[in-house]
């Protein structure tokens, strides 16, 4: 049995709950702060896999974004919650406290 | 000896090695082949070309004076290959979305199914389940089987056929299922087609189990 593979699923499954809680939490953020956020979490390890889910949820309207200009390198996508994503990551968030109290429950 | 080239990445003037160009042009286009038949390819593959522009960005103001091999190398490494991003966005929408997503879920033209209609019925139920199939009067399909039936014969082999392959409708779910939604477009049939033959390969392969069973007990 492959622990590395089981907890990077188990982490995988997590992801989109943590971007939505990122963005909820500063409001707007670009995906560079996410990234770093989210590697200091270790709950990330190649870049990449990011911008796929950005783009589904953003395809999805939970999310939207503007551009803002950097001073040091290109421009910057600044995402932030819709209307109807704010509900949707209060529900998510919600069944994660359900998920996890009952799998604490359960593992205890 | 190298020779370093600019390019333009997510609108960035980068100097860039040769060689390290190359690797970055193929790297770029195993992703674009990756999200290929992914819903918002472009705005992926955009990301991540301001992601690696940024990151160059960063490369170049600590004092090196162009991108090279290594550089590039490093910045794949922190991206990750394009077969593990996995097309994430072919999935469907999340189904407990709010709002006005659920809505693209179940239209119903592609729920309906083929099934005899035990309620509207002159023999076996053929006729009006293929009717309501289509959304025609079943009496049409009726004239059409007479028809079969008298000219060549082969009518009856077809219709014996159809009353064996084709399921009764006893559950109200398949009562719904049989007319339910919107008429069949060709296209969904199309789709359903393969469906049709999967549930009856199925019935197939229960039947000759059953047979299977059968025989052995006797044994």
Same mark, same amino acid.
């Given at each position: 049995?492959?622990?590395?593979?089981?907890?990077?699923?188990?982490?995988?499954? #997590?992801?989109? /709950?943590?971007?939505?809680?990122? *963005?909820?939490? @500063?409001?707007?953020? =670009? !995906?560079?702060?996410? #990234?770093?956020? /989210?590697?200091?979490?270790?709950? *990330?390890?190649? @870049?990449?896999?990011? =911008? !796929?889910?950005?783009?589904?949820?953003?395809?999805?309207?939970?999310?939207?974004?503007?551009? @803002?200009?950097?001073?040091?390198?290109?421009?910057?996508?600044?995402?932030?919650?819709?209307?109807?994503?704010?509900?949707?990551?209060?529900?998510?968030?919600?069944?994660?406290?359900?998920?996890?109290?009952?799998?604490?429950?359960?593992?205890? | 000896?190298?020779?370093?080239?600019?390019?333009?990445?997510?609108?960035?003037?980068?100097?860039?090695?040769?060689?390290?160009?190359?690797?970055?042009?193929?790297?770029?286009?195993?992703?674009?082949?990756?999200?290929?038949?992914?819903?918002?390819?472009?705005?992926?593959?955009?990301?991540?070309?301001?992601?690696?522009?940024?990151?160059?960005?960063?490369?170049?103001?600590?004092?090196?004076?162009?991108?090279?091999?290594?550089?590039?190398?490093?910045?794949?490494?922190?991206?990750?290959?394009?077969?593990?991003?996995?097309?994430?966005?072919?999935?469907?929408?999340?189904?407990?979305?709010?709002?006005?997503?659920?809505?693209?879920?179940?239209?119903?033209?592609?729920?309906?199914?083929?099934?005899?209609?035990?309620?509207?019925?002159?023999?076996?139920?053929?006729?009006?389940?293929?009717?309501?199939?289509?959304?025609?009067?079943?009496?049409?399909?009726?004239?059409?089987?007479?028809?079969?039936?008298?000219?060549?014969?082969?009518?009856?082999?077809?219709?014996?056929?159809?009353?064996?392959?084709?399921?009764?409708?006893?559950?109200?779910?398949?009562?719904?299922?049989?007319?339910?939604?919107?008429?069949?477009?060709?296209?969904?049939?199309?789709?359903?087609?393969?469906?049709?033959?999967?549930?009856?390969?199925?019935?197939?392969?229960?039947?000759?189990?059953?047979?299977?069973?059968?025989?052995?007990?006797?044994?």
């Amino acid at each position: 049995m492959n622990i590395e593979n089981t907890e990077s699923q188990m982490r995988k499954g #997590l992801l989109e /709950l943590c971007i939505l809680g990122i *963005i909820y939490k @500063e409001n707007e953020a =670009y !995906p560079s702060d996410i #990234l770093e956020q /989210l590697k200091q979490a270790n709950l *990330i390890v190649l @870049e990449g896999t990011i =911008y !796929p889910l950005l783009t589904r949820l953003k395809n999805a309207e939970v999310l939207t974004y503007r551009w @803002e200009e950097s001073p040091s390198g290109p421009p910057r996508k600044y995402y932030s919650l819709t209307k109807s994503g704010l509900e949707f990551y209060h529900k998510l968030h919600e069944s994660w406290t359900d998920l996890s109290n009952a799998v604490n429950h359960l593992t205890a | 000896m190298q020779r370093i080239i600019q390019i333009n990445i997510a609108g960035r003037l980068i100097p860039i090695e040769e060689d390290a160009y190359t690797t970055l042009r193929d790297y770029i286009r195993t992703l674009e082949r990756h999200f290929e038949s992914v819903q918002g390819k472009d705005d992926i593959i955009q990301d991540i070309e301001y992601r690696i522009a940024e990151l160059f960005s960063i490369r170049l103001q600590s004092g090196t004076p162009s991108i090279d091999s290594s550089d590039v190398g490093k910045v794949i490494e922190t991206l990750g290959p394009a077969y593990t991003l996995g097309a994430e966005t072919a999935e469907p929408v999340n189904p407990y979305l709010p709002g006005p997503y659920t809505g693209h879920k179940s239209t119903g033209s592609s729920n309906r199914r083929l099934y005899r209609n035990p309620n509207d019925k002159m023999l076996g139920g053929v006729c009006s389940g293929i009717a309501n199939y289509f959304d025609i009067d079943p009496v049409i399909i009726r004239l059409i089987m007479v028809v079969l039936f008298l000219s060549a014969g082969i009518g009856l082999l077809a219709y014996i056929i159809a009353w064996i392959v084709i399921p009764l409708a006893r559950t109200p779910q398949e009562l719904a299922y049989m007319s339910g939604g919107e008429p069949m477009t060709f296209d969904s049939l199309k789709k359903n087609m393969g469906e049709e033959l999967q549930g009856l390969k199925r019935r197939g392969e229960d039947m000759s189990k059953e047979l299977r069973d059968f025989f052995s007990k006797k044994k």
